[in-house]
């Protein structure tokens, strides 16, 4: 088992929840025969003792790449929580992402081509589908709006 965790940390960044639920469906593939299945806990805070693991720097690297992405500060909230990172961990992450959550927009709207990275005006149902794709990827809906109601071309920039 403390080999399977080596092989895992090694090759990816992970958080403590998913090296942990990746041990134990390994367990669960190979059909664990002993009465006394491994520590997992155990192994994984191990791996953390020994600095395989940081949570707080895994939520801060995974924040930083939704942003660039162009996903917004609410699915990036959603993937922190999926991994398991606790408040303490998350909080500058969460920092990060806010800060970065006009840029990440920006990109989100240039990659689809909305607002004003669109060629022409967008009729009104186009308009709510992008509106909605926006919400989807965790923008605000201010921000959402702003840039799928802008012209193309036009030149908009945050609110202070």
């Not at 081509?113 to 186009?126: L, N, S, V, W």
């Amino acid at each position: 088992m403390n080999r399977l965790a080596i092989r895992y940390v090694e090759r990816y960044a992970t958080s403590r929840k998913k090296l942990a639920v990746y041990l134990q469906r390994k367990i669960g593939e190979r059909e664990w025969q002993d009465a006394d299945p491994p520590a997992v806990e155990e192994l994984v805070e191990r791996m953390a003792s020994l600095g395989y693991i940081d949570d707080a720097l895994y939520a801060q690297n995974k924040a930083s790449a939704l942003n660039r992405r162009g996903y917004g500060t609410r699915r990036v909230a959603h993937a922190l929580y999926q991994a398991g990172i606790g408040e303490a961990d998350g909080r500058e992450a969460f920092q990060i992402s806010e800060s970065n959550s006009w840029m990440a927009a920006d990109k989100f709207a240039r990659k689809r081509r909305i607002g004003p990275y669109a060629e022409t005006q967008q009729e009104a149902d186009k308009c709510r589908k992008q509106l909605q794709a926006f919400l989807r990827a965790g923008h605000d809906f201010d921000v959402a709006s702003r840039f799928v109601f802008a012209k193309p071309g036009e030149d908009i920039t945050p609110e202070d």
